[in-house]
């Protein structure tokens, strides 16, 4: 079972911007989907970003034009640059492989993004 672990979070003033990374602890290269989830206070969990292995990107509406998914395979890393962030991007921030209604791996603990002036 591979172990993820979120970083990056904090406290950002709206317009701002911050760079998440999740480090996992087994390989990624063969897996064709890594992906960005975030959840709000009250809300489900949704995907609102994801990145193949040739580094085809999709996104979710909200966050389209503003959010970056790269990975990094020989590090097993994955980011998401965040620019532009607004009030309703505060959530806590996780990574997974999505696969199809679900997810490859457990949840790791998350990292808690905040944007507020």
């Known amino acids: 079972q591979v172990q993820l672990v979120e970083s990056g979070g904090g406290l950002v003033q709206p317009g701002g911007s911050l760079r998440l990374s999740c480090a996992a602890s087994?390989?990624?290269?063969?897996?064709?989907?890594m992906g960005w989830y975030r959840q709000a206070p009250g809300k489900e969990r949704e995907l609102v970003a994801s990145?193949?292995?040739?580094?085809?990107?999709k996104y979710a509406d909200s966050v389209k034009g503003r959010f970056t998914i790269s990975r990094d395979n020989a590090k097993n890393t994955v980011y998401l640059q965040m620019n532009s962030l607004k009030i309703e991007d505060t959530a806590v921030y996780y990574c997974n492989a999505p696969m199809g209604v679900g997810v490859i791996w457990g949840w790791g603990q998350g990292t808690q993004v905040t944007v507020s002036s």
């Open positions: 087994g390989s990624i290269f063969s897996i064709n989907a």
């Open positions: 990145a193949n292995t040739f580094g085809f990107a």
